[in-house]
């Protein structure tokens, strides 16, 4: 049976990279699936948090977070629709869109280039907190 809480596409990345065995039990690939979402995933997404934050004064950032973040938002927006997974994807989304506008803002230097980092952080401990109240399986 298939758990309802994950996204097949994540899955499959993490059985081809060789990260989750899929010939394990449900219980023991969702053991395995929190402890790659809990080391991996969050210190990538703080990692690109904290590169954002450092180069949050480049000319090029608020137009590369702008282009960047148009994904999550046809993905998440149109074709993603369901909102089962480790974390709210309708949370995803609005994270998406509010640094597509935070970028735009910044391009007219209307807020402080700091704020695109600021939704990232968001974003990565709205995640964690989120991923405590979803059930795994």
Same mark, same amino acid.
């Given at each position: ?30 053991? *395995? ?8 995933? &969050?210190? /990538?997404? @703080?990692? #690109? $948090? ?34 089962? *997974? ?8 609005? &994270?998406? /869109?509010? @640094?597509? #506008? $935070?970028?735009?803002?910044i391009i007219f230097k209307i807020i402080p280039t700091y704020i695109p ?21």
């Amino acid at each position: 049976m298939s758990c309802p809480n994950n996204n097949k596409i994540f899955d499959g990345m993490l059985f081809k990279s060789g990260l989750i065995d899929n010939s394990l039990s449900d219980a023991d690939k969702a053991y *395995q699936r929190r402890r790659v979402y809990y080391t991996i995933c &969050i210190l /990538i997404r @703080l990692t #690109i $948090a904290g590169l954002v934050l450092q180069l949050k004064d480049k000319e090029f950032m608020p137009y590369l977070l702008a282009i960047i973040s148009i994904y999550p938002i046809i993905s998440l927006g149109f074709y993603r629709t369901e909102d089962n *997974q480790w974390w709210s994807n309708k949370f995803q989304l609005a &994270i998406a /869109i509010a @640094l597509l #506008i $935070a970028s735009v803002l910044i391009i007219f230097k209307i807020i402080p280039t700091y704020i695109p980092a600021l939704i990232l952080f968001i974003s990565v401990f709205g995640g964690v907190f989120q991923s405590l109240l979803i059930p795994s399986c």
